[in-house]
């Protein structure tokens, strides 16, 4: 069975930047739902038993092409928000740590030039989707967007996440209302930069 991530910190414990009603609606009913949904689909696919990775990567594998679409849709939205919800922290902000902020220096010149990238395609990705920092097989650092709940793992790319933002406009619209700019700045006060170093280092293997 697929287990929703499930957050280390109150409802409420991300106010003022992100308001409980918010963290409510998109932990407590999205994620709940496409992890619901995930683990039936899964079942009925006779893939529960894999990991969640390894599934998004073979997704050929499925025949149906209606179990098939529903595992890419549902299984994208449980992964993205576990990994999206995982690095959230009350104590988050600031700028990345350890060997992650060493290996952003050197991929994009400084944390803020890394942070303006990113941004960039959180703002300009048409639509509902996610903007991502992955781990290529080389090591070496991607930054990328994709539509609805598709990810680096099940667009086939062989990159490891280690970071994402969330531009559903369930994941903002209740306080930004249409000003995604804004919640994409707020975003980065509440990233717990601990935890994607500690990913980083276990998508290279030293961790």
Not at 54 to 66: C, F, G, M, P, T
Not at 94 to 102: H, I, N, Q
Not at 129 to 142: N, R
Request: charged share 20%; with cysteine; proline share 2%.
């Amino acid at each position: 069975m697929f287990e929703q991530y499930q957050l280390p910190f109150a409802s409420d414990a991300l106010e003022p930047h992100f308001d409980k009603l918010t963290m409510e609606t998109h932990h407590g009913k999205h994620h709940a739902t496409y992890t619901k949904t995930f683990n039936e689909l899964a079942q009925k696919a006779g893939v529960d038993g894999m990991d969640v990775t390894e599934l998004l990567a073979s997704l050929d594998k499925v025949s149906d092409s209606a179990l098939r679409t529903g595992l890419r849709n549902n299984g994208g939205g449980y992964y993205n928000h576990n990994l999206y919800f995982s690095v959230m922290s009350p104590n988050g902000g600031g700028s990345a740590t350890g060997e992650l902020a060493k290996k952003i220096d050197e991929s994009f010149g400084s944390f803020d030039a890394f942070k303006e990238k990113i941004s960039s395609l959180a703002l300009t990705q048409f639509g509902s989707g996610w903007a991502w920092l992955s781990v290529a097989k080389d090591g070496s650092l991607v930054l990328s967007q994709s539509a609805n709940q598709d990810n680096p793992i099940s667009l086939g790319t062989g990159n490891k996440p280690i970071f994402c933002i969330d531009v559903w406009e369930h994941a903002y619209y209740l306080k930004f209302r249409n000003l995604r700019a804004d919640y994409i700045k707020e975003f980065f006060t509440v990233v717990n930069w601990g935890k994607v170093n500690e990913l980083y280092l276990a998508a290279i293997g030293k961790n």
